[in-house]
């Protein structure tokens, strides 16, 4: 959570006005510890188990053949 919140905070835009919420990871952290407690850290923990494995078998997948291709 906290990787996905800092990666949508710095847009361009929001720097020139001034707008970005965050200015590190640990800041990140207290201000949603802050807002939502510990189930604000958990927050897409559900989509991301189920996804995991296909993501992770495709680019095992891609390594092999292409270990394979190139050996």
Known sequence: MIKSRLQTDGFPSQR???LQKYT???DCSKKLWAEQG???FM?????????SPFV???TFAVFELTMRAIA
Not at 43 to 51: A, C, D, L, S, V
């Open 24 to 26: 590190s990871a640990i």
């Open 16 to 18: 020139a006005e001034g």
């Open 56 to 58: 992770n078998g495709a």
């Open 43 to 51: 927050r897409g923990f559900t989509p991301t188990m189920i996804r």
């Open 38 to 40: 510990a189930k604000g």
